[in-house]
């Protein structure tokens, strides 16, 4: 039933996913709804919201551009579903704005197998990967997956390994004039943001612990399938997949390497997984296979984001 929902990108599809997104956002805000006596508390609920949509809108725009899924809904559908696994994301908005631009970087990445405007797409995903850096610093990692798309696609013009790093001059112009304009301490805030911390024990109740593990055996499961099966797919999406698949793993690192962990950490990992899963789906064509995948994913992301309430 849920295969033939998502099956083809209808307005009913998208409108269901909108609608469902709303859902759980307002139903995970109203534990405390003291922020909606706060002007600014309101006005940041709702830019959440809308990053939030935004992001679904451009993981979508991803898969269907660059050829990743056929035309239907399951890359936003499974997006939603992962997100669901770490309810608290809706309150990070570092985390929120950072993944957003991350999307908008890995949109110029993919693309950039089409070889047209090849340096444009290099300076833009460099850029927009140190504004999400701003935001959550270790997200800068993605600037790895810069360069293994230059290797991919564009290693022998020299200008383009050049380039990250006028968009990191650009970038910090743009952070030194603001710090300037609102007197901020620029060097106080890198140093506060660049530290590594590897310890993993942030949790609050076992149900975020269970949320981790659940996550991670699904990952485990799509990211395999993907790897296992790279060398039936074809050929012209290699390079796009190989770039998802390191998008993930990256994201993982960030993850990691970040102080302050939580959950929420691992928004940067659900577009890539999303998009490892709407293709396993597709590849598999088994409806069977394909509905217990579907149900199995509904029920883990459902009991999660309610016992996190």
């Known amino acids: 039933m849920i295969t033939s929902v998502f099956k ?11 609608i469902l997104i709303l859902v759980f956002f307002f139903l995970f805000q109203i534990r405390d709804a003291s922020w909606v006596h706060s002007s600014f508390l309101l006005f940041q609920k709702v830019s959440l919201l809308c990053f939030i949509l935004a992001s679904f809108f451009m993981v979508n725009f991803v898969v ?23 309810p608290t994301i809706f309150n990070n908005p ?3 704005y950072a993944g957003f631009f991350i999307l908008l970087s890995l949109r110029r990445l993919i693309s950039l197998q089409s070889l047209k405007s090849s340096k444009e797409k290099i300076f833009d995903a460099s850029f927009w990967i140190f504004v999400a850096s701003l935001f959550q610093f270790w997200s800068v990692l993605f600037l790895i997956l810069v360069f293994i798309s230059i290797i991919f696609h564009v290693s022998r013009d020299y200008r383009n390994w050049v380039l990250p790093f006028i968009a990191l001059l650009a970038v910090g112009i743009v952070f030194l004039m603001v710090s300037l304009i609102f007197h901020i301490d620029a060097v106080e805030f890198i140093q506060k943001r660049a530290v590594v911390d590897f310890r993993i024990d942030y949790f609050k109740d076992n149900y975020e612990n269970g949320a981790l593990s659940i996550y991670t055996a699904v990952a485990l499961f799509f990211v395999v399938s993907m790897i296992s099966t790279l060398s039936n797919r074809p050929q012209l999406l290699h390079s796009s997949y190989k770039k998802i698949v390191a998008c993930f793993f990256i ?21 890539p997984l999303s998009m490892m899963a709407a293709s396993h789906v597709e590849y598999v064509q088994q409806k069977l296979n394909n509905e217990i995948v579907f149900y199995v994913l509904i029920l883990c992301s459902l009991f999660t984001f309610f016992s996190q309430l």
């Open 251 to 271: 994201a993982v690192l960030v993850y990691i390497v970040s102080p302050n962990k939580s959950n929420d950490l691992l928004l940067f990992s659900i577009a």
């Open 8 to 18: 083809k990108s209808t307005p009913l599809n998208y409108s269901l996913v909108v």
């Open 64 to 86: 269907k551009k660059n050829g990743l899924s056929k035309d239907n809904g399951y890359a936003i559908f499974f997006y939603l579903l992962f997100l669901l696994f770490f």
């Open 94 to 96: 570092n985390v929120i």
